[in-house]
């Protein structure tokens, strides 16, 4: 019971903290409900873990915390993926505008 006090605590201060990414506009709407439905999700599982345990048996995983495990990796997978395409793209990007602006002070040089 404790635990669980303690868990919806960070997740309600988590879900604070997005608001105020939000309200500075450092999050988009779209990003703050994708990541406040995954918290509203986390709270769920917390406040009635016999409902990931019976998800879990109807995907034919044993335990509930295991079927949060894996999905929690297929996600943090997914995400990371995300992140290194994103992150080739910009150093793509970038790639082209050092080149134009060594090119532009080359030939200013001329």
């Known amino acids: 019971m404790l635990i669980q006090i303690i868990l919806?605590?960070?997740i309600a201060l988590i879900v604070l903290r997005l608001a105020v990414k939000l309200?500075?506009?450092e999050l988009s709407v779209k990003q703050f409900c994708g990541w406040l439905?995954?918290?509203i999700l986390a709270a769920i599982a917390v406040i009635r873990p016999d409902?990931?345990?019976s998800l879990a048996n109807l995907v034919g995983i044993g335990r509930g915390s295991d079927l949060v495990v894996y999905s929690a990796l297929i996600f943090l997978f997914y995400f990371i993926f995300r992140?290194?395409?994103r992150l080739e793209k910009?150093?793509?990007n970038l790639t082209k505008v050092v080149r134009e602006e060594?090119?532009?002070e080359y030939d200013r040089q001329q």
């Open 8 to 10: 919806l605590a960070v």
């Open 23 to 25: 309200r500075s506009e």
């Open 37 to 39: 439905a995954i918290w």
């Open 51 to 53: 409902l990931t345990v």
């Open 83 to 85: 992140l290194l395409l």
């Open 90 to 92: 910009i150093e793509k």
């Open 102 to 104: 060594a090119l532009k």
